[in-house]
């Protein structure tokens, strides 16, 4: 099995449970033997955090209601893998990228964990190599 291959395997399976978990305890909650339907705040408490800022928290649930009726098969994820658009530190320490929360998340397979730390060994040298022109790094970059 390809490397890439892999990887999308573990991503699409972690996607699917994700989504269907969501969607599943998005549409049936018992409390005290009474079935309700819970919101998107409910399923997602960070959302209610005092850091976290919505401007229109009925429109953030019915897109995220859109987003698990679509299904695992619809959603396409942007990651920051490069802090472009996130915070670098926080507290004075280094913040992981979406990659490096991945490959220390305990739910995921060990094989996956260890597949992505070897790729980060290979690749991320390639990346910030200082000598190596740009039209070299590319392929590189896009097969990681």
Not at 126 to 136: G, H, N, W
Request: charged share 25%.
């Amino acid at each position: 099995m390809a490397k890439n291959e892999s990887l999308r395997i573990v991503l699409g399976i972690g996607t699917a449970a994700a989504v269907g978990i969501i969607g599943f305890g998005y549409f049936f909650h018992y409390r005290n033997g009474r079935k309700r339907i819970l919101t998107v705040f409910d399923m997602i408490p960070e959302l209610n955090n005092p850091t976290v800022r919505i401007k229109d928290r009925e429109s953030v649930e019915r897109k995220i209601r859109q987003i698990i009726a679509g299904g695992a098969e619809k959603l396409q994820v942007i990651s920051d893998f490069d802090h472009t658009i996130s915070k670098h530190t926080h507290n004075g320490k280094i913040v992981p990228t979406c990659y490096g929360i991945l490959e220390s998340y305990p739910l995921l397979p060990q094989f996956y964990r260890e597949k992505a730390k070897g790729y980060r060994a290979h690749y991320y040298p390639i990346e910030f190599d200082p000598d190596m022109p740009v039209e070299a790094k590319r392929p590189f970059m896009v097969e990681w």
